[in-house]
């Protein structure tokens, strides 16, 4: 089973930039496509950005042009570029992992405060 690690979250002024980092453990190989939620506090998760293992990118509307998906196939891992942050985009912001085998798995989250 592999399993993706956030790490990279933390406060920001708006208008500042973060980078999150989702590392997955095991192998990369098996891995169908790797997506971004965000959780806001009182709301439902929603979907940010997604990567699949060909490279094909997709973009929430509310974060396009801001946020850039990119990944090291080295390291087993994608990075969120997030740019021109809002302070409508604090959440706690997920990494989940498809397999090839159709099984998904989550990461544990990691905050994202941007104040005005």
Request: hydrophobic content about 30%; proline content about 3%; overall charge positive.
């Amino acid at each position: 089973q592999v399993q993706p690690v956030e790490s990279g979250g933390g406060l920001v002024q708006a208008g500042g930039s973060l980078r999150l980092s989702c590392a997955a453990s095991g192998s990369f190989c098996s891995i169908l496509a790797m997506a971004w939620y965000r959780q806001a506090p009182g709301k439902q998760r929603k979907l940010v950005a997604t990567i699949t293992s060909g490279g094909s990118t997709n973009y929430a509307d509310s974060v396009k042009g801001r946020f850039t998906l990119s990944r090291d196939g080295v390291k087993n891992t994608v990075y969120l570029e997030m740019n021109s942050l809002k302070p409508d985009d604090t959440a706690v912001y997920y990494c989940r992992l498809t397999q090839r085998s159709g099984s998904i798995s989550w990461g544990q989250g990691t905050q994202v405060t941007v104040s005005s």
